[in-house]
């Protein structure tokens, strides 16, 4: 990691904690990445410039549409991703991880690579080992989980080799 990512990233991850930020991220976030999206022809994204991203194309638990969500995910060093639906430490779980509990099988676009992946829920078991890894990568992550009050719901996303699944 670049000294100019690892200054950027302890001063921008502390601002990540407060009010403020849990806010107006979820609002202008989103705004932020389509628009840079669109510009770049999906080559960059703006939280992929300090955390890896991906965008997940999942189906719609009851409306069957696919959605686009651009998520920070934290390599597992296996192959797989591990995403976490903190949701900016808001108290209701994000829709693409009900989505992902529904319809597991799903894909996902990493700086424009395609990837068809498989999503599970990771156990009790499992959490503090992704926490720690997570939290390597973004110090202070799991403080959302503190704030939202609830059980974050961690997915590991591993890629298959299977029939593509639809995206936009």
Do not use: C, K
């Not at 950027?8 to 930020?21: D, H, K, W």
């Not at 194309?57 to 390599?75: C, F, K, N, Q």
């Not at 939290?135 to 403080?143: K, L, S, V």
Request: glycine content about 6%.
């Amino acid at each position: 990691m670049s000294l100019v990512v690892s200054v950027v990233r302890a001063i921008i991850a502390p601002l990540t904690r407060t009010r403020l930020f849990r806010w107006a991220a979820p609002r202008l976030l989103p705004l932020a990445e389509r628009l840079v999206t669109r510009v770049t022809a999906n080559q960059v994204q703006v939280s992929g410039l300090l955390v890896p991203s991906l965008v997940l194309h999942s189906e719609g638990a009851r409306s069957g549409i696919v959605r686009d969500t651009e998520l920070m995910y934290t390599p597992d060093g296996n192959g797989r991703a591990i995403v976490a639906g903190t949701s900016f430490g808001r108290g209701l779980h994000p829709a693409w991880s009900y989505n992902l509990l529904a319809h597991p099988d799903a894909s996902i676009s990493v700086r424009g690579r395609h990837l068809n992946v498989r999503a599970r829920l990771l156990t009790p078991a499992e959490r503090d080992a992704a926490w720690r890894l997570i939290e390597r990568q973004w110090p202070g992550y799991r403080a959302y989980e503190r704030t939202s009050g609830r059980t974050v719901r961690l997915f590991e996303l591993r890629p298959v080799r299977e029939a593509p699944t639809p995206t936009r």
